[in-house]
C-alpha cells in the first residue's frame, strides 16, 4: 500500500471532518435540541483519532483525545455546551487543521504546534474535571508499557484477544500498529504474542499474516472505541474483547474457542491477569469431562461473536443493533457520493467537447451523402452525445451553498471581534456554478462581506439612534439570470456614504475639482487601488488594497460587479458572472465571409433589419416600443465589403441590458465546444473564444456582454 | 512537393544532445525569395497551407487561424512580421507549427513560409554571430549566420520573433473599432 497516497486520502477526509465538525459547532447555538450535532462532532474528532493512530501521528491522536473526552462529555450530558465552550472548541478545531496542513510538511510537530496544543488542552482541562481517568494520554504513550506498576492479579482489565487473518499484511495493516494505539488508550499491562501458526521454513510466505496475541490493556475507553481499534481488520480477523471483571466462564469460552492448545493460552491469560491459576485448572478439567466441539471460529462478525459469548448485557445488545443499522444507513448514503479526482472529470469534459465536435462533423457528412438510415443514425448519436455532453458537464457544478456556508463562521467571528451583532441569511444555496468559478469566487466574496461586517453594518448605539433593529442582517444571495449567474450581498447598514468617497478621490487626485459624478461612477471610485475612506485600519479590511483586487478577480471570471446602495438604509454588491461552461449551445450567424458564433441564451429574438431600424445614424432599432441601440458586424470587425441588401439583427439580452447585432446572414442554433484563442488574442475585443464546426473551420464566438456595453456607451 | 513532415521532437532533441552541443540541426525555409533556418528544436510539424478563419482587428502580421485536429492555432505571416510584403499562397507555401515560449507557458504558433527546404546540420563552429548591420532584419531576431556548402543562411531566434507578450502588445495598440 502506497503510504503516501493514503496519508494524503487522510488528510483530504480529515479536512472533510473538521468541516462538517464546524459547521456542527456553529450550528449548535441555535438550536434546542443538539444532540445531533453534538453527536455529529463527537464522531468527526472520534474518527480523526482512530485514523491518525493508524499512521501513528502521535501528537494528532494526543491533542484529539483530549478534545474527543470534552466532547464525550457534552454527549453524555454532564457538561452543557456553554458559549465560552463552542468557542473554545472552535480553537480546538483550528489547531487540528492546522495541524493537519503541517502534515504535508512531515510528521514531526513544531514546537510551536505543540505550544499551541499544550495551550488549549489546559484550557480544556477545567471541563474534564471529575474525570481523572480520562486525562491526557501523555502518561499512556508509545513507550509506557514499562513504567507503571506490574500488573494487579484481578480482572480490572479488557482482555483482547486477536488472531490475524493471513491478508492482514496484503491489506496493509500491521497488527503492531493496532497495538500501539491500544496503548494510547490506556496502560497495556500485558502482551502475549501468539506465534504457534508461523509454518516452518519453505512454507513460510513473508506476505502472510500468521501473528496473533492476547492483550490485556488497563482502560477506560468503552467496549465501542476498542472494537472500532480494530474496525479494518474485523472481517478477516477473529478479534474478542472481554470486559474487566468478567466471569471466569468467559475466558474460558474463549480457550476453547482459540485453536492454539488450552493450557498455554490459560498460561496466558492467567499472566496477563484475566484468570488466576486457580481458575485455570478448574477449566481445563472442565474441558476434559465435557465433550467439546472444537473447531475454529471461522470468519464470524466480531458483533456476534460479543453476542453470542453473552459478553454484553442486553440493553446494550439494543443500541449495538440500532448503531449496526445507522452505520449501514451511512454507508448507503455514502456510496451515493463517489470522490473523483479533478483532473479526471477535466479530461472527461475535454474528451465530451471533442465527441460533439466529431459527432458535428459526422451530422454535415450525413447530410451530404444523402442516405437515409445513415442521416437517422447520425442524429441517433449527436442526441446521445448532448445527454452526456449535459451530464459530464453537470458533473462539475456544484452548489454555491458550500461556498456560503464557509461564510457562517466568518460572522460570527467577526461580528464578534467588532461587537456587533449581524445575522446572516443565505438564499439560493442550490444554484449550481463551474467548480473552477466557485473557487475563484471565494476571495471576493470573502472580502465584500468582511467589508459589510466592518463598514457597512454600524455599531449597535448607532443603528439604535438611526432606528434599526440591533441586529444588522447580511444576506447572500445567488440565482440564475438569462444566461448569467447572480450573486448579491446585501446588508441592512449605512450604505456608501457618497460625500466621503468623493472627498477621498479629490484627495487622492483621481478626480478633478469640481467634477460631477453620477452615483454609479462615485460607488465605483472604491475599486481604485489603494482606496479606503476607512477612518480606522482594523485587521480586516481598511488598508484599501481589496476592492481593486476583487474586481479584477470578477473580471478574469468575465463577469462584472455593480454597487446598489443608499445612505442609511444599506449596501448591495451585485457580481453577474457569464455562465460559460466549456461546451454552450451557440447560434451561428454569418458577416462578410466568415462564420461567428453568439451564446443560444443570450438571444432574444431575431429579425429582419429593415422593417425595425429606428436611426441608422444612431444606431438604434425600435422593437415595439422599445429603442434599442444596435451595432453592426461589418463595422466593429472593419470587415471589407458591402452588406448585403437585406440585413438580419439578432436581439441579445446581458442582464439588464439590451441591444442588437446586425448581421449578414442568420445561420441556426448549433451545439459547440469553446476553444480558448489563446494569449495573442486576449486583447480583442468583441471575441470570446473559438470553435470549430462540422465542416472544419473555425467560427469565432461573440464575446456578448463586451459588445453590448460598447454599444450601449457609443449610445450614452 | 511539399512533404508532410512529422518530426519527433523528442528524438530530435536527442540526436542533438547526442552530437554534444557541437551540432544543431535547423529547418531551412525560403521567404520572399530569401532562405532562413530555425532551430529544429521548436518545429512540432510542417502542413500545407489550409483555409485560414481571419480574425478581425489583428495586426496584419496575423493572418487568422486554423484548425489542427481540433486545436485553434493562429498562423503568422512572417514576411509581415519581418516588415516586408504580404506572402502570396501558392502550391507550395506551407505552414510550419511550432512551439514556443519558456517551460511555464508555451504557445503553438503556425508561421506561413513560401516553402519548406530542408533540415541542415550545422556544426556551431560553422556559426557566426549577427551582423551588426546589413541585414534588414531587426537584430534580435537573428540567432546567427550559418555557413552551408559555401552559402551564407539566417538563423532566426524563434522565441524573439515570435514573443507572444510582443505580439500581443502589438495587437493590443490596434485600433479595436467601434
Known sequence: MDLDKAKQTFIIEAHELLGAMEESLLAVEGQADPAESVNAMFRAVHTIKGSAGLFGLDAIV???????????????????????????????????????????????????????????????LPYLEG???????????????????????????????????????????????????????GRIVHLSPILESLPQGPDFDPETCYLGYELDLETDADRQTLEDVFEFVRDDSQIRLIPPHSKVEEYVQLIRELPEEDRQLGEILVAGGSITAKDLEQC?????????????????????????????????????????????????HDLKVVKVQADKLDKLVDLVGELVIAGATAKVLAALSRDGRMLESTAVINNLVEEI???????????????????????????????????LEIHGAETELDKSIVEKLNDPLMHIVRNSIDHGIEPMEVRRARGKSDTGTLVLNASHESGSILIEVSDDGGGLNRTKILAKALERGLIAEGATLSDQEACSLIFEPGFSTADAISNLSGRGVGMDVVRRNI???????????????????????????????????????????IPLDMVLECLDLGPFLESEEHHLINLRGEVLPFLRLREIFQIPGEPPSRERVVVVEYGDLRAGIVVD??????QTVIKPLGNLFRQVKGIGGSTILGSGDVALILDVPQLIQSAAAVTR | MVELMKLNKRQAQAMTTVQAEQRGQY?????????????????????????????????????????????????????????????EVTRRTCIVILEVGSSEETCVLGIMVDNVSEVLDIGERDIEPAPAFGSNLRSEFIAGVGKVNGKFVILLDVNRVLSVEEMASLTAETPAGK
Request: aromatic content about 6%; charged content about 25%; hydrophobic content about 40%.
Open chain 2, 27 to 87: 529547418l531551412a525555409f525560403s521567404l520572399g525569395g530569401e532562405t532562413f533556418a530555425m532551430d529544429i528544436r521548436s518545429v512540432k510539424e510542417v502542413i500545407q497551407f489550409t483555409a485560414l478563419t481571419e480574425v478581425p482587428l489583428m495586426p496584419t502580421f496575423i493572418r487568422g487561424v486554423i484548425n489542427l485536429r481540433g486545436a485553434v492555432v493562429p498562423v503568422i505571416d512572417l514576411s509581415i512580421r519581418f516588415g516586408r510584403t504580404f506572402t
Open chain 1, 665 to 670: 446572414k442568420l445561420y441556426g442554433e448549433f
Open chain 1, 131 to 185: 474525570h481523572p481517568g480520562a486525562e491526557s494520554p501523555a502518561g499512556s504513550a508509545l513507550a509506557t508499557r514499562a513504567k507503571g506498576t506490574p500488573p494487579e492479579p484481578e480482572r480490572g482489565s479488557w482482555h483482547i484477544s486477536a488472531r490475524f487473518g493471513p491478508d492482514v499484511l496484503r491489506n496493509g495493516m500491521d497488527p503492531l500498529s493496532f497495538v500501539r494505539f491500544l496503548g494510547t488508550l
Open chain 1, 389 to 423: 455532453r449535459d451530464t459530464a458537464l453537470g458533473l462539475r457544478m456544484v452548489q454555491i451553498g458550500e461556498t456560503f456556508n464557509r461564510f457562517r463562521r466568518i460572522v460570527r467571528d467577526v461580528s464578534k471581534e467588532m461587537g456587533k451583532t449581524i445575522e
Open chain 1, 62 to 124: 494526543h491533542f484529539s483525545h483530549t478534545v474527543e473526552t470534552a466532547l464525550d462529555r457534552v454527549r453524555s450530558h454532564q457538561l452543557i455546551l456553554s458559549g465560552p465552550l463552542v468557542s473554545l472548541v472552535l480553537e480546538c478545531h483550528d489547531h487540528l487543521s492546522s495541524m493537519i496542513d503541517g502534515l504535508q510538511q512531515g510528521d514531526a510537530e513544531s514546537p510551536d504546534s505543540h505550544a499551541e496544543g499544550e495551550a488549549l488542552i489546559s484550557r480544556l
Open chain 1, 284 to 332: 481445563l478439567q472442565l474441558q476434559r469431562a465435557e465433550a467439546y466441539e472444537g473447531g475454529r471460529v471461522q470468519g464470524r462478525l466480531l458483533g456476534t461473536i460479543l453476542i453470542e459469548e453473552q459478553a454484553v448485557p442486553p440493553p446494550v445488545i439494543a443500541a449495538a443493533l440500532d448503531k449496526q443499522k445507522k452505520f449501514q444507513e451511512r454507508q448507503a
Open chain 1, 555 to 597: 473580471d478574469e471570471l468575465r463577469g462584472n460587479i455593480e454597487i446598489d446602495t443608499e445612505e442609511g438604509l444599506g449596501t448591495t454588491i451585485r457580481i453577474r458572472l457569464p455562465l460559460t461552461l466549456a461546451i454552450i449551445d451557440g447560434f451561428r450567424v454569418g458577416a462578410g465571409n466568415a462564420s461567428y458564433v
